[in-house]
């Protein structure tokens, strides 16, 4: 008996507008690898998975590689309007290559895909042309009221079902139901087989395959992901000096002040003692082992390098994360007016969401050099899991 060949297609061509973002969501970062690795790790750790296409947008193949980190897959496929556009593109390649007997089609945006649910698939293949993983509706439905501002009826629930990718398929059979198709584009190809009269059978899907669609689903999808990883506590302690002639940079902001920071780069006081904090949760040393103020390529460098490069270490070692706490001692300027432009500026340095990014301020009683305005001090406190 030989075994059958499945491959697994992977649509990755979208804009997860929904997801809002400076990148599509399934190439940015989600627990140490970017969303759309998970889901090509998960598939290429499965024995029943023969080879991996995907398939992303026509000016998205830099931003696919750069998630792919090295690893490699066995076509990248360029993607169509919307997802069954993607979807038929995927499979022409596939076809165009030799084809193959089963396909597993699979959202990028499902990062969080355990191996059970492909065997379920599998399985249901010996029995149909086509299985879906599903979940049952928990909560209580209803169509929405006529003028769409409250609710109607309720429908039964019991008679829904929730369906999630990877969606499996006979290769042949979903070929010539794409190839069929003239309906409006399909939000999956459960519904493409059925257009062309083949029979999906439902298996049991897994909540970790629950879709990233808007910006929250990404904490909640990473805390899904992450279990198992030991939280640690980092913190930061900097100091700079007040000189008249400076430009006053903190937490990556331009503050309007009188006198501004002195000292390496560009002495932002409250982002130095941010990375010491990560630096510090990961034991990676200090700002100063990996920055040495005495070379001269760091003479007035922006900061948020150096921030970055501290991220950057925390997610080559799977990390995630969680937390930011900065207290910015000083007597003038005032931070409040610019506390929400640092927290966001933070956030986005880091690749985290706001909601994760304090910064607070104090001042001391005007007492000791902060009280005296002769320079700024900043603590920073910083959690994360590896
Ligand atoms: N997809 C695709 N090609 C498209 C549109 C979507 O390959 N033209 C993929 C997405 O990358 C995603 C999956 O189909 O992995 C599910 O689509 P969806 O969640 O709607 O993602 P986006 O279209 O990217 O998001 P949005 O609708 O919010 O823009
Ligand atoms: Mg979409």
Redesign the pocket.
């Known amino acids: 008996m030989t075994t059958a060949r499945t491959l697994a297609l992977i649509?990755?061509?979208?804009?997860?507008?929904?997801?809002g973002g400076a990148c599509?969501?399934?190439f940015a970062p989600l627990g140490g690898r970017a969303v759309v690795a998970w889901s090509v790790d998960a598939l290429r750790a499965h024995p029943g998975v023969g080879g991996i296409y995907v398939?992303t947008g026509a000016d998205q193949h830099d931003q696919l590689a750069a998630a792919l980190d090295g690893r490699t897959v066995d076509g990248v496929v360029t993607?169509?309007?919307?997802?069954h556009?993607?979807v038929r593109a995927g499979l022409e390649a596939i076809a165009a290559a030799g084809g193959c007997d089963n396909v597993l089609i699979h959202?990028?945006?499902r990062p969080g895909l355990p191996a059970a649910v492909v065997d379920r698939l599998l399985a249901a293949l010996r029995d149909a042309p086509g299985a879906v993983p599903t979940l049952a509706c928990a909560d209580t439905l209803t169509r929405r009221s006529a003028d769409a501002r409250g609710v109607g009826d309720v429908v039964d629930r019991s008679t829904l079902l929730r369906i999630q990718t990877p969606q499996a398929f006979h290769f042949d059979a979903i070929l010539a139901a794409h190839r069929a198709y003239t309906g409006t584009p399909a939000t999956d190809d459960a519904q493409v087989l059925r257009a062309h009269g083949g029979q999906v059978l439902a298996v049991d899907g897994d909540g970790r395959l629950e879709?990233v669609?808007m910006p929250e689903d990404f904490s909640r999808t990473e805390a899904m992901l992450g279990p198992g990883r030991i939280s640690r506590t980092g913190m930061g302690f900097d100091v700079h000096r007040l000189e008249v002639g400076e430009e006053l940079w903190l937490c990556g902001v331009r503050v309007p002040h009188d006198k501004g920071l002195a000292g390496h780069s560009d002495a932002d006081v409250a982002l130095h003692a941010l990375t010491d904090a990560l630096l510090g949760a990961i034991a990676a040393g200090d700002i100063g082992a990996h920055f040495p103020p005495s070379d001269p390529q760091w003479r007035g460098a922006a900061s948020d390098k150096f921030l970055a490069y501290a991220r950057d270490l925390i997610v080559a070692r799977g990390g995630v994360i969680d937390h930011v706490d900065v207290t910015i001692i000083c007597e003038a300027p005032k931070i409040g007016p610019h506390r929400e432009a640092m927290r966001a500026r933070i956030a986005e340095i880091l690749a985290i969401d706001i909601a994760a990014v304090s910064v607070k301020a104090t001042t001391t009683e005007r007492l000791g050099f902060t009280g005296r305005g002769e320079g700024i001090a900043t603590q920073a406190v910083a959690t994360v899991r590896l």
């Open positions: 649509v990755a061509a979208g804009k997860g507008e929904r997801a599509p969501k399934q398939v993607g169509g309007a919307d997802r556009a993607s959202d990028a945006a879709k669609t």
